[in-house]
């Protein structure tokens, strides 16, 4: 039987990516901004694309069907029906989108045949039927509920059904306007964030305030049913009509303007993050519960830009009727990349799926380049960078010592992640027993809002000793409390301290990931799913008695994690990073000389 080669690609929206499989297995998968360098990069992932079939050694004459994560045509009626509707106000956004449109979005087929030279076969799948690909297929459920949420595919925004075997079918759906995530993203822009980038931020914002609002959204901006579905009353919105999200009747309705970006975060906004929050978690909530009852499946898989809520997420798991959840970990757009191809291959061509129960087969996500050691040394060398060789048993020791003497380093090993997380491939770590060690890398590594709040990375065995949490987190997409006995004893009069303030107060003995509602985002971590990683931290554990250190993504403000030995080395050279390990070779900042202009690492590929 001859290989069979499956591309699929998401792109035009934000998070272009682009996904290989070879005979249903995961062979490779990337977003387009980690090679651009323009984070959430819409264009067409052609870069993504060659590392893809780079990574196959393979050419576009190898691949034997190509999928696009939804169907343009379908989107561009909604989009055509939507601007008629809200005539005449609704023809400036619509006239403004056109030229894009005209000029590649209904000529995908076109545009995929001319840029890969590829003469084969070009299927489309339904934006939300690729998002509940990308949940099931490589979830290690055999048969599960799905649930994918987001702000608007071609007509849907959210979609439920079940999975079983090779099967997939959604039954039910919510259709535009009313949506789960444009609502949230709506109260992103009006707290001055932005849409479809800064929605973390207005999660990472929520513990700092009140639900002040909740009950004005409920009975004003949403009529939400028992069973999660809901309408938004859009006489509040500006997305449909105008290229605002919010429209002066929001702004009346809340007493305020916008909050300029970039400016001054108010007590005020605080308080609407912790309202939309709450409101989103109830939503989430009520629609698992429905999901539940109909469909009668134990397991649940979630996908979609919702489904990177893991305030959310953690609830479902805590409070929901579900024995277990599965989420993708490219939850968004970049995920459907994944989840088109693999539903050509299990819906379309009929495939059977292997299912281990005992692990996903995603690979850790660990599905991006990767670099030998020879081609880091090279790019080095090039640079002019001080490094020391460390033999590959020694790195776990040293870097645990680095770390425990309060250094912050960068960890550039494997294989990149594909998704938002950094999962111990591209990332900057730190000692999470450390009070100050939040704001300095805030302001001084990542520059960065200093509320934001950093994840820990935990040892699987270790896990429940420190989180109420029962069940692995590999992805880092469930937040989880911390336990009692690891909080702090001595914070009396802590609930009278409002905003910002209430970073002052060392909250348990892990307090760089302690969020101030005494809760983390946490990575689980086992020696099968990334060894040196794991060795670090278990070196850690016996040096110090902690199984947790500081794992945040290894990127500053309004980059895309880093792709490459340059990216990392340039990252390392702009921030004060103490010390780089980057495959075997160890750089010390004190050594380093100022950075160079313009350095490449094309040679470095040329080696391999």
């Not at 914002?205 to 002040?212: C, F, I, R, S």
Request: proline share 4%.
């Amino acid at each position: 039987m001859n290989d069979i080669y499956l591309l699929g690609i998401s792109a035009f929206y934000h998070d272009s990516a682009a996904c290989l499989i070879k005979n249903g297995e995961i062979l490779a998968a990337a977003q387009e901004e980690r090679f651009t360098r323009r984070k959430h990069d819409f264009n067409f992932p052609i870069n993504a694309i060659r590392y893809c079939l780079e990574e196959a050694k393979i050419n576009s004459l190898n691949l034997d069907y190509v999928g696009f994560y939804d169907k343009p045509l379908v989107k561009f009626e909604r989009i055509l029906e939507t601007a008629l509707r809200y005539a005449p106000s609704g023809i400036t956004q619509f006239l403004q989108s056109i030229p894009l449109w005209l000029k590649q979005k209904l000529w995908i087929k076109d545009l995929i045949m001319e840029e890969l030279n590829y003469k084969g076969k070009i299927l489309f799948c339904q934006h939300h039927e690729s998002h509940a690909a990308s949940a099931f297929y490589p979830s290690p459920f055999k048969e599960a509920a799905i649930l994918t949420m987001d702000g608007v595919g071609e007509w849907d925004t959210a979609c439920f059904g079940s999975g079983r075997g090779k099967d997939i079918n959604l039954s039910f759906s919510l259709r535009f306007p009313h949506s789960l995530g444009l609502l949230y993203s709506a109260f992103t822009y009006y707290t001055g964030f932005k849409v479809n980038s800064g929605e973390y931020k207005l999660m990472g914002l929520a513990p700092y305030g009140e639900p002040k609002y909740k009950d004005l959204i409920l009975r004003e901006l949403i009529d939400l049913k028992e069973d999660g579905s809901f309408k938004l009353n859009m006489r509040y919105f500006g997305y449909c009509n105008g290229m605002r999200m919010t429209n002066a009747r929001f702004d009346k309705l809340f007493g305020l303007k916008p909050r300029i970006p970039e400016t001054k975060i108010r007590e005020v906004d605080m308080d609407l993050a912790s309202s939309i929050q709450e409101v989103t978690e109830e939503i989430m909530l009520r629609m698992a519960r429905h999901v539940h009852q109909v469909t009668n499946q134990k397991k649940l898989c979630l996908a979609g830009g919702v489904a990177l809520n893991c305030v959310g997420n953690g609830r479902i798991l805590r409070e929901g009727p579900f024995e277990d959840i599965w989420i993708q970990p490219a939850s968004g757009d970049a995920g459907a990349a994944l989840g088109v191809a693999l539903f050509i291959w299990h819906k379309y061509l009929g495939n059977r799926r292997n299912v281990n129960e005992k692990e996903d087969s995603q690979k850790g996500s660990f599905l991006g380049p990767h670099f030998r050691d020879e081609q880091i040394e090279y790019f080095l060398k090039k640079e002019g960078a001080p490094y020391r060789k460390l033999n590959t048993g020694d790195i776990a020791q040293t870097i645990a010592g680095l770390i425990d003497k309060q250094n912050v380093v960068g960890w550039f090993q494997g294989r990149m992640e594909f998704g938002p997380r950094a999962l111990g491939a591209r990332s900057i770590l730190g000692d999470a027993r450390t009070p100050q060690m939040q704001s300095k890398m805030n302001l001084k590594i990542k520059y960065r809002e200093s509320f934001r709040p950093f994840a820990p990375t935990v040892l699987k065995d270790h896990s429940s000793d420190w989180f109420n949490l029962d069940k692995e987190s590999p992805y880092m997409l469930l937040v989880a409390p911390i336990k009692e006995s690891k909080r702090s004893k001595n914070n009396n009069g802590i609930g009278e301290i409002k905003g910002f303030d209430k970073l002052k107060f060392v909250r348990s003995q892990i307090p760089a990931v302690t969020h101030v509602d005494y809760s983390a985002r946490l990575q689980t971590i086992t020696k099968e799913q990334h060894p040196l990683y794991y060795a670090l931290i278990e070196a850690f554990y016996k040096k110090t008695g902690c199984p947790v250190i500081i794992n945040t993504s290894f990127n500053v403000r309004g980059e895309p994690i880093v792709c490459t030995p340059e990216d990392a080395f340039n990252c390392f050279m702009r921030t004060e990073m103490d010390y780089l390990i980057i495959g075997s070779f160890l750089l010390d900042k004190k050594e380093q000389n100022a950075l160079k202009k313009d350095t490449k690492l094309q040679e470095a590929f040329e080696l391999d």
